[in-house]
C-alpha cells in the first residue's frame, strides 16, 4: 500500500481536512462517493487519496454539479484513468517488442555478415540477362567503315 491510500485520519479530521460536516462524510459514503476503510472496531479511517478525492467532490459541488453527475464524473474519470494504465502498459510492450525485433535485426545482419560468400555457378552466369546492350557476336564484327 502506497502512502497516498494509508488510512490516516478518523472522520473528523478528514471532515476538518476536506473543509466539510463528518455527516457529510457519511452521506458521501452511503452514495458510494469515497470508501474509507475500517479498523477492527469499525471506526472510519480516510486516507490522503480519500481527502483529495473529496476535495474534488467539493470543487465540483460548489460549482453547481449535483451528486449524481458528481458520481457520474467520478465514474469516468476513473475509467479514464484505467485506460490511461492500459495504455502506458501498451507502450511498454510496444516498446519491449520494438527492442527485441531490432536485437533479432542485429543478430540476422551479423549472422549474414558472418555466412561465406555464396559460390556462383555456371547456371547462374547462364541465366544472367545482360543490360549493356552487347550482343553476341558483335564484338568480333568489324563495324568500320574503313576497309582494309
Known amino acids: 500500500m502506497d502512502d497516498r ?14 473543509g466539510v460536516h463528518p455527516q457529510t462524510l457519511r452521506v458521501y459514503e452511503q452514495k458510494g462517493l469515497v470508501t474509507p476503510q475500517r479498523t477492527s472496531g469499525n471506526t472510519r479511517m ?21 451528486l449524481a453527475g458528481v458520481i457520474r464524473i467520478l465514474d469516468l474519470q476513473g475509467r479514464l484513468d484505467t485506460r490511461d494504465e492500459e495504455i502506458d502498459d501498451l507502450h511498454r510492450k510496444v516498446r519491449r517488442l520494438a527492442d527485441r525485433v531490432h536485437e533479432l535485426e542485429t543478430r540476422a545482419n551479423v549472422t549474414a555478415l558472418m555466412l561465406p560468400e555464396p559460390a556462383v555457378s555456371a547456371k547462374d552466369v547462364s541465366s544472367h540477362q545482360d543490360t549493356s546492350g552487347y550482343q553476341e557476336g558483335s564484338f568480333y564484327q568489324d563495324t568500320s567503315p574503313f576497309r582494309w
Open 46 to 66: 480516510y486516507s490522503q487519496a480519500d481527502i483529495e478525492r473529496l476535495e474534488l467532490i467539493n470543487e465540483l459541488t460548489s460549482e453547481g454539479i449535483n
Open 5 to 18: 491510500n494509508r488510512p490516516l485520519y478518523m472522520i473528523g479530521v478528514a471532515a476538518q481536512l476536506a
